[in-house]
C-alpha cells in the first residue's frame, strides 16, 4: 500500500524538517509521532487515530506482554465497554477519581426528523446511563460474584485487551488521549499474600517487559498515597525518564486488598467452610507506551526503533547508476530478503520471521531514501552497491549510531543475514544501556527544599526526603509542579530529615516533573 | 487457573446433561456456549462477557485472519470509538440503516449530588452527541480525506480489530449482542476494476479461512439488492448452513463505489492531473463466526473443534490405580507433551507450538475425566495406562468420532507425537468433509411456489427461481419467513421462471431461514 507519511507538521513549519529536541522537545515528539506516520489527532475531541505505522508498534508490544502473561497462567477474555451507572458508584474511591472524565451513553435511538435532520429520539431514553469504561473492575467484580463460590475457583488470572474512555481536556498524541488502547489485568485470590504476591510479579514483568523489549530502563517501587489508583490500598510502578529530563508513568500494578469484593459482594468458601472475601489486583499499560519508546530513543533525525519491537528490521537499500548496475544488486536484495524472512523464528523477535523491506526506488538519491528510513526508525539499513557486488559485500549501518561510525564495510553477502541479526541484537543491548547512563547521569539529590527548587527547574530526577504525608506532597506538588513518582525498592537504606517539614523520613523519594 | 465450567444452564434443567440438539436445537447451542466456558450474559443489557475459552477461540480467529490480511497487503490502524452525528447523516443509506440501533454519549462528567449520589452532570452536555461506532465506514472517510491527494497515496488497504456496538432488541450469544468483536477492512482504490477486484479478493480470503480454518463449507456470491450492506454498491458473502438447516451469514464483502468518497468529499489527482473521487470497498467478520463455528460441528456431547482453531489441541490423560502405577505414566505423560510443544512451528497451526494439556486429577474417574474434555471440544485425547507402559504405547482417541470407532490403540509412545500431527490433520480434513456432505445433502430445489412454502418448513436450503425484484423478495420473506441468502457465483447457468410472479429469472438463488 502507499506509504502514509504524515502530512500534518506539529506548527505552520517547514514539512520535511523535524524540530531539534533543543529547539523545542514539543514540537520535536510530536514532529515524530506525525513524521513517522505513527498517529493523529482525529475531528472528534480528544482522539487519536493511530496510523499504520504505530498500529504495528502497539501490535508488537502486545506480542511480548501477551506472551509473558501467558507464560504466568494468565488468560484473555472480554467484559462489556459499558458499565451501568450504579455499578461505577459502589466503589466509592474510584467513583470519584474517575466521575469527572466520564463518557456516559443516555440514549439508544436516533430517528429522522423533518427540520433538523437526524436527531437523538428522545422516546429512546436509557431507563439506566451506561458510562464507556475509563478501567473496568466494577463490571468485571460485578461479573466474578457469579463465578467465585468456592476456594477451588481461585485464582482467577484474567486480562483483557480493550479500549477505555477517559474524557481528558488536554490531550496530546499516545501520552493523554479521551480514547485510548491497554490491557488490563484483573485477578481474585484467596490470600492475601497471593495477591500481593501477583501485584509484584506483574509490576515485575512490565518491568521486564519495557528493559527487555522496549530497551527502555525504569525504576519500580510504590506510589505515595497521593499518586496510587483510586479503589487501591497501594500501587506499584514503573516510572521513566524521557529525554528532556520529566518522568512518564509507564505501567502500574494495583493491590486492591478487599475493596471491590466488598464492593461487589463476592464472597467464597474456603478449605474451612467459611466464607470469605477474595483478594484482588489489577494492573496495566497502554498505547501510552509508545511515547514512552519515542521519548527514550528518537533523536533529531527521527524515529529510534529497539529490534525487538521494530515491525520492520532491516530496510536493503540497492544503489547503482543504470539498468546494468541496478539488475544484480536488485537479485541480491531480494536473496538477502528472503534468508533473513527464512531464519529459524526466535524467541528474541516473538518467534516471527524477520521482516526486511527492498527499497529500489531509483527516482529518489540514495540520500534521500537513507533519510527516509532513519526518519521511521528502521534498526539496520544494508546498502548494495555495484562495486560491493564485485567483493560480494555489503554495507551495514546502525540506526542507533547515525553516520560513518555505525556503518561496517564490506561484510561478506553470503554472512549477510547471520550479521544482520547479530547486530540487531546489539543494538537492542546499546539502546538499553545509553538510555540508563542517561537516566542515571540525570538522577540528582536535594537535601534542602530550596535547593530542590533550583534543581528541579533542570531537566532529571531528584531523591529527596519527604515526611511521608499527602500534605506535604501536595505543598510540593503545588510549588514546584514535581510529584513523587516512585519509592523505588532498591533505594538505599539512609533515614534523614524532610526537606519541607524536617520530620523524620525513612528514606529518599523520587520526584519529578512528569507526562 | 481454576476453570470456568459455567456455571449457567440455559434454563432451569440438570446443569450435568447438554440438551440434545433433537430435543431442543435452541437450548442445545446455549448449553454449549455455557457448558464449555465460552461466553455469557452480562448484567448489561444485550452484552456479553467473552469468557477465557470464547476468547481463546477469537485470538485463533484472528491469528488465521490476520496472517491472511498481512499476506495480501494489508495493515491494522485504529480508528476512534465515537462517531458525530453529522458524520453519520452524511451517507444517507447508512444512516437510515443503522439510525434504529444506535448508542449515543451525550454528556461527559458524572458528579455527586446530595439527595440522589452519583447523577450524570446537566452542564456537562456534548455539543454535538456522539455515536458509538456501529460500524467506520464513516469516521475512516472522514479521515481518508487527509490521506488521499494523489493516485499516488493509493491503494489504501487498512484493516482495525475493534469493538462495535448495535443496539440489537433480540439478542443471542455470539450470534447477535449490543456490542460485539469484529475485524473491518476499508478500502480506497484508483479505479473500479481495482475496488471491485479487492471486493472479490476479500470474500475468497474469508471462504479460505471459513474452509481451511473452520472447517465450515460456504457458499459465495452476492446479495440480493433488499440483503446488502445500507450505502454498498453490492455485498459479497460467505454463507454457511448450521445443523439445524438455518442460514448464518458469515462474513461479507462490500463495494461501496463512491459513495462515502462523495459524501465525504475526498478526492485525488490522476495520472492526468484530474481530479477523482476513488473507490471503496469495506469487510468484516465478527464473533459471530464463534457461533458459526459451534453450530456447524458440535454434537450432543459438546463442543468440537477443528485443530487448527482449537486453543489446545491435545489433552493427554495418565491412568492407574495407584502411586506406583501413576508415577511412571505421568512422567511419560510430560515427555510427550514436552515434545510435542517442541516440534517444529508449521503453518497449519499459524506457528504457534502445539498445546497439549495432562489431566492427572485422579479423584475423578476415567470416564469423567473424559467426558469433560470431550465437552470442551479438545480434537486429541491421549490415554496412557499402566499396560500401555509395558509395551511403550498409548492410546489415540478423535473427538470428531466418539466412542470405539475413533481409538487407536497401541501407538508407539516415540512416534506418538508425529501420530497426533498426522491425526490432528486428518481430522482437520474430516470435519469439513462431514461438515460439507451435510451441506450438500440439504440443499433442495422447488420449482413452484406451494412446493417452496412445503419445503421451507423442513431444514436445508432451497434452490428457486426468482424475477430479480425487491418486491418479490419481500413477499416471499413475508410470508415464509424465508430470505435470499445468497446468489451463488458458482450457481449452474439455468435460466427459468421466478416460482412466484413466473417472470423470468436468470438462474436459481439460494433461499433460508437464517440466524
Known amino acids: 500500500m502507499a506509504e502514509q507519511k504524515g502530512k500534518q507538521s506539529a506548527g505552520g513549519k517547514d514539512n520535511n524538517k523535524i524540530t531539534s529536541r533543543a529547539e523545542n522537545y514539543s514540537d520535536w515528539y510530536l514532529d515524530i509521532v506525525h513524521r513517522a506516520g505513527l498517529a493523529e489527532n482525529s475531528d472528534v475531541r480528544g482522539c487519536m487515530v493511530i496510523k499504520p505505522q504505530g498500529y504495528a508498534?502497539?501490535?508488537?508490544?502486545?506480542?511480548?506482554?501477551?506472551?509473558?502473561?501467558?507464560e504466568t497462567g494468565h488468560r484473555n477474555a472480554y467484559f462489556p465497554l459499558f458499565i451501568p451507572k450504579?455499578?461505577?458508584?459502589?466503589?466509592?474511591?474510584?467513583?470519584?477519581?474517575?466521575?469527572?472524565?466520564?463518557?456516559?451513553?443516555?440514549?439508544?435511538?436516533?430517528?429522522?426528523?423533518?427540520?433538523?435532520?437526524?436527531?437523538?429520539?428522545?422516546e429512546a431514553k436509557l431507563?439506566?446511563?451506561?458510562?464507556?469504561?475509563?478501567?473496568?473492575?466494577?463490571?468485571?467484580?460485578?461479573?466474578?460474584?457469579?463465578?467465585?463460590?468456592?476456594?477451588?475457583?481461585?485464582?482467577?488470572?484474567?486480562?483483557?485487551?480493550?479500549n477505555v474512555v477517559r474524557w481528558e481536556m488536554r490531550t496530546r498524541l499516545f501520552l493523554r488521549t479521551a480514547e485510548f488502547l491497554w490491557q488490563e489485568g484483573h485477578t481474585a485470590h484467596a490470600t492475601q499474600i497471593e495477591a500481593e504476591q501477583e501485584t509484584q510479579q506483574m509490576v515485575d514483568i512490565y518491568r521486564r517487559f519495557a528493559e527487555e523489549w522496549m530497551a527502555m530502563p525504569v525504576l519500580v517501587g510504590p506510589k505515595s498515597e497521593g499518586q496510587k489508583f483510586p479503589g487501591a490500598v497501594y500501587t506499584l510502578c514503573i516510572e521513566a525518564m524521557m529525554q528532556d529530563g520529566r518522568a512518564l508513568q509507564a505501567g502500574t500494578s494495583h493491590f486492591l486488598g478487599q475493596n471491590f469484593a466488598k464492593a461487589f459482594d463476592v464472597t467464597f468458601q474456603n478449605e474451612k467452610a467459611q466464607r470469605e472475601h477474595p483478594w484482588a489486583t489489577s494492573w496495566g499499560v497502554s498505547t501510552r507506551l509508545i511515547g514512552g519508546l519515542i521519548m527514550t530513543h528518537s533523536d533529531d533525525t527521527g524515529l529510534v526503533l529497539p529490534p525487538r519491537l521494530a515491525p520492520i528490521q532491516v530496510v536493503i537499500v540497492p544503489l547503482g547508476k543504470n539498468e546494468t548496475e541496478r539488475a544484480p544488486v536488485i537479485e541480491a536484495?531480494?536473496?538477502?530478503?528472503?534468508?533473513?524472512?527464512?531464519?529459524?523464528?526466535?524467541?528474541?523477535?516473538?518467534?516471527?520471521?524477520?521482516?526486511?523491506?527492498?527499497?529500489?526506488?531509483?527516482?529518489?538519491?540514495?540520500?534521500?531514501?537513507?533519510?527516509?528510513?532513519?526518519?521511521?526508525?528502521?534498526?539496520?539499513?544494508?546498502?548494495?552497491?555495484?562495486?560491493?557486488?564485485?567483493?560480494?559485500t555489503c554495507v551495514l549501518a546502525r540506526r542507533d549510531q547515525p553516520g560513518k561510525e555505525g556503518k561496517q564495510m564490506g561484510i561478506p553477502l553470503t554472512g549477510a543475514a547471520d550479521a544482520i541479526v547479530g547486530l540487531l541484537h546489539q543494538i537492542q543491548t546499546n539502546l538499553f544501556e545509553r538510555a540508563k547512563k542517561f537516566r542515571d547521569s540525570n538522577l540528582f539529590y536535594a537535601d534542602t527544599y530550596d535547593d530542590f527548587k533550583k534543581q528541579i527547574e533542570s531537566p532529571g530526577f531528584i531523591w529527596a526526603h519527604w515526611d511521608g504525608t499527602r500534605e506535604t506532597e501536595e505543598k510540593i506538588a503545588e510549588e514546584t509542579k514535581a510529584t513523587i513518582r516512585c519509592i523505588p525498592f532498591n533505594r538505599p537504606s539512609e533515614p534523614g530529615k524532610c526537606m519541607v517539614t524536617g520530620k523524620p523520613s525513612a528514606g529518599r523519594v523520587i520526584f519529578a516533573r512528569s507526562y
Request: glycine content about 6%; some cysteine.
Open 333 to 392: 536484495a531480494k536473496q538477502l530478503q528472503q534468508t533473513l524472512r527464512s531464519l529459524p523464528r526466535q524467541e528474541f523477535f516473538g518467534y516471527q520471521s524477520i521482516q526486511a523491506v527492498i527499497d529500489d526506488d531509483y527516482q529518489k538519491s540514495p540520500g534521500f531514501r537513507f533519510a527516509e528510513w532513519e526518519l521511521r526508525g528502521i534498526p539496520v539499513r544494508v546498502e548494495i552497491g555495484p562495486k560491493d557486488m564485485e567483493n560480494k
Open 86 to 122: 450504579s455499578y461505577f458508584a459502589k466503589e466509592e474511591q474510584m467513583a470519584e477519581g474517575f466521575a469527572k472524565e466520564c463518557a456516559v451513553v443516555t440514549h439508544y435511538r436516533l430517528k429522522s426528523d423533518p427540520t433538523h435532520g437526524i436527531i437523538v429520539d428522545p
Open 127 to 162: 431507563e439506566e446511563e451506561l458510562i464507556i469504561r475509563p478501567t473496568s473492575e466494577t463490571i468485571i467484580w460485578n461479573t466474578y460474584r457469579n463465578w467465585i463460590q468456592s476456594y477451588r475457583d481461585l485464582p482467577i488470572l484474567i486480562n483483557q485487551w480493550a
Open 57 to 70: 508498534l502497539w501490535e508488537k508490544m502486545q506480542l511480548g506482554l501477551d506472551g509473558m502473561f501467558k
